[in-house]
């Protein structure tokens, strides 16, 4: 298989919830948790969980604010933490095919580029014991 194969219907869906995709298929994982729109692609696949397993509550004979009370507190909860662990998550991913975790800071790194030269400029380069600091990891 070429570098920059293409997962299958059924090889996205396992993996869109924590099935690992073959080798041949790490430039596209790569581009998936850490490039443009990672971190939507990465909401959208935590929203459908919570979303099929709370819809049958839906189908009770009560009232609309019954069902919305009943609902809406968890599955808000469910995209919150979601959203707040999305980085975690995503450097679970990369690690588990095998990649750098510090490519989920890539996007951050070119947006704040010129931050980064600004200080260069002004203060000179960072000493090498400061590279542990490089990215965001909370670990």
Known sequence: MADDARPSFFQRIAYAYGRRLPASMNRWVA???????????????????????LAPFWLLPTSFYVRLEM???????????????????????????????????????????HIHDDYIRRFGP???EAKWQSNSSPF
Do not use: F
């Open 31 to 53: 581009e998936d948790l850490a490039g443009e729109g990672a971190v939507r692609r990465h909401m959208i696949r935590m929203a459908i969980p919570p979303l099929l397993i």
């Open 71 to 113: 609902t809406a507190p968890i599955y808000i909860w469910a995209l919150l933490m979601a959203l707040a662990l999305n980085k975690v998550w995503r450097r679970h991913r990369l690690a588990q095919h095998n990649l750098d975790p510090k490519l989920v800071d890539v996007i951050r790194r070119k947006k704040d580029q």
């Open 126 to 128: 960072r000493p090498e």
